[in-house]
């Protein structure tokens, strides 16, 4: 009989980096420095707008500045670059983030790359993922950088583990399993990246310590993919259709919750899980920003 899976409540640890960030906020502001983020938001998707909302109301809570900058979905790149350059320059913004995805008429890349890499708190600028590689301090992406803050507060240790990373993205799967593999605390790991074109990728994950799954399909990982006592970390957040709730539809990750809980060691909820994680540490790269732009 196992013991009762625990349960990685991503709440309680966007909330213990949140008090961490608190000295380096009051020693800032003493200076009469407010540690400033800035998004700009193309369009009116209606997922973006509540994640850029969500980001703005964190920020402001904690004693940062936040705002944003709304641009009509026609805006031109040429304009997007100007604003970008305008806050590249701006002394009161230590933090740009342009909300993804962009309408399909802008060159994603070219976005980000416009950024200046001293105030690129996604880390999704080519020289802060450079870095990252390398093992030098850099912005990292805050969804991984969620998961590995994760398992460190519950203390699940990587070091020596097989980890199978489900999802090879820029922003998630490839950054998660270059953490993974450095040298030190929150690596050392052995790791596996499957992705659309593994075949059989039960093979793999029934051999993994640790599941991190990141690939946007609805409870693809299911009981029978898994060995006893893993440590599932579920990325995905995905909507469902379902009639019975008023709104017509649930959240769900990549895993089939109810079906691996038997099974598992311990586990992230979705919602409540990595999602929570994600602002979290885009206010601590911010303070990180802040700190570096102006102490
Ligand atoms: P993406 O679409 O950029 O990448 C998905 C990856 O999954 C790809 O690398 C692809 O190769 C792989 N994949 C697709 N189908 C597969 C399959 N059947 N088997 C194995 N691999 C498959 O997505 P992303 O931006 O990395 O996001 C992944 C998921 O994580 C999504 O559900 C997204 O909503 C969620 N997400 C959550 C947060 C958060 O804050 N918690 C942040 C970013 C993304």
Redesign the pocket.
């Given at each position: 009989m196992q013991n009762s899976p625990l349960i990685l409540d991503g709440k309680v640890v966007a909330a213990d980096v949140k008090n961490r960030l608190k000295d380096d906020i009051a020693t800032l502001l003493s200076k009469n420095i407010v540690p400033g983020l800035t998004a700009i938001l193309v369009g009116e998707d209606p997922a973006s707008q509540v994640y850029v909302r969500s980001k703005e109301r964190q920020a402001k809570k904690l004693g940062l500045h936040s705002d944003v900058i709304r641009l009509d979905a026609h805006s031109t790149q040429a304009e997007l670059l100007a604003i970008i350059h305008q806050l590249n320059n701006d002394a009161k913004v230590h933090g740009i983030l342009v909300q993804l995805p962009l309408p399909s008429h802008f060159d994603e890349d070219a976005v980000i790359e416009a950024i200046n890499p001293e105030k690129d708190v996604d880390g999704f600028h080519p020289i802060s993922v450079g870095r990252m590689q390398i093992g030098l301090d850099s912005f990292i992406s805050?969804?991984p950088a969620?998961v590995l803050e994760i398992l460190d507060y519950y203390k699940i240790v990587t070091s020596g583990k097989h980890v199978v990373v489900?999802?090879?993205?820029?922003?998630?799967?490839?950054p998660m399993a270059n953490l993974l593999t450095r040298k030190g605390k929150r690596g050392d790991a052995t790791v596996t990246v499957?992705?659309?074109?593994?075949p059989n990728?039960a093979l793999f994950t029934r051999q993994a310590d640790i599941i991190i799954?990141?690939?946007?399909?609805p409870e693809?990982i299911t009981a029978d993919m898994i060995k006893d006592d893993v440590v599932i970390v579920d990325?995905?957040?995905?909507r469902v259709g379902d009639a019975k709730l008023e709104k017509g539809y649930k959240l769900v990750?990549?895993v089939d919750y109810q079906s691996v809980l038997p099974k598992v060691k311990a586990i992230t909820p979705?919602p409540g899980?990595?999602?929570?994680?994600?602002?979290a540490m885009l206010l601590s790269n911010t303070v990180k920003a802040a700190k570096k732009l102006s102490l």
């Open positions: 805050c969804t969620g489900i999802g090879r993205s820029n922003i998630v799967g490839k499957c992705h659309s074109r593994t990728m799954a990141a690939v946007g399909v693809l990325v995905g957040i995905n990750g990549d979705v899980g990595v999602g929570v994680m994600t602002i």
